[in-house]
T-cell receptor
């Protein structure tokens, strides 16, 4: 079974600075997807960024980028120019690329609470 | 707004009772997933439906059941509720094989 580990329960950063959230995962599969979801105080789960394992290029969405190290099974999220609205819980998630039954579920890490200091 | 709707937003009920949570997926999405978010267990997959058929089960208790109707909306039924069932229940939807799942706003269940 796949597992996802976020070793930083809490992180804080000064507004306008850059912060990196860590995520490692364990899988025997070669093709899969990795995601970062943001959960602000409203509790809504918002998809921040997606990475396909077969792509070597790291995904980027505006101020959000990832560092995907497939061999090391590492998937970190970098937030540049941090803004107050970035304060939230961030969850790393894994999804198999297989289309067999049961493979499409998301497996989540425990989350990292990010605080932005003004 | 993800396009996934869930009702009710909040539910407070007593132990031993039964509740039904409702989810409407995004237009065009045939797959519906249910997840439970609790303080001690984190976010866990419960069950998946695709076009009315159960497709996968996760850590779903026998006291819980779900179904997906012909109009593709889904309901999660929780019975014989216990204090430990208090949690945030999310519904998500996707196209089958689609990598991204879009989450609804969740239903917060409090069992007293």
């Amino acid at each position: 079974a796949q597992t996802v580990t976020q070793s930083q329960p809490e992180m804080s950063v000064q507004e306008a600075e850059t912060v990196t959230l860590s995520c490692t995962y364990d899988t025997s599969e070669s093709d899969y997807y990795l995601f970062w979801y943001k959960q602000p105080p409203s509790r809504q789960m918002i998809l921040v960024i997606r990475q396909e394992a077969y792509k070597q290029q790291n995904a980027t969405e505006n101020r959000f980028s990832v560092n995907f190290q497939k061999a090391a099974k590492s998937f970190s999220l970098k937030i540049s120019d941090s803004q107050l609205g970035d304060a939230a819980m961030y969850f790393c998630a894994y999804r198999s690329a297989l289309l067999i039954q049961g493979a499409q579920k998301l497996v989540f890490g425990q989350g990292t609470r990010l605080t932005i200091n003004p | 707004d993800s396009g996934v709707t869930q009702t009710p937003k909040h539910l407070i009920t007593a132990t031993g009772q039964r509740v039904t949570l409702r989810c409407s997926p995004r237009s065009g999405d045939l797959s519906v997933y249910w997840y439970q978010q609790s303080l001690d267990q984190g976010l866990q997959f419960l069950i998946q439906y695709y076009n009315g058929e159960e497709r996968a089960k996760g850590n779903i208790l026998e006291r819980f059941s779900a179904q997906q109707f012909p109009d593709l909306h889904s309901e999660l039924n929780l019975s014989s509720l216990e204090l430990g069932d208090s949690a945030l229940y999310f519904c998500a939807s996707s196209v089958l094989g689609g990598s991204e799942q879009y989450f609804g706003p969740g239903t917060r269940l409090t069992v007293t």
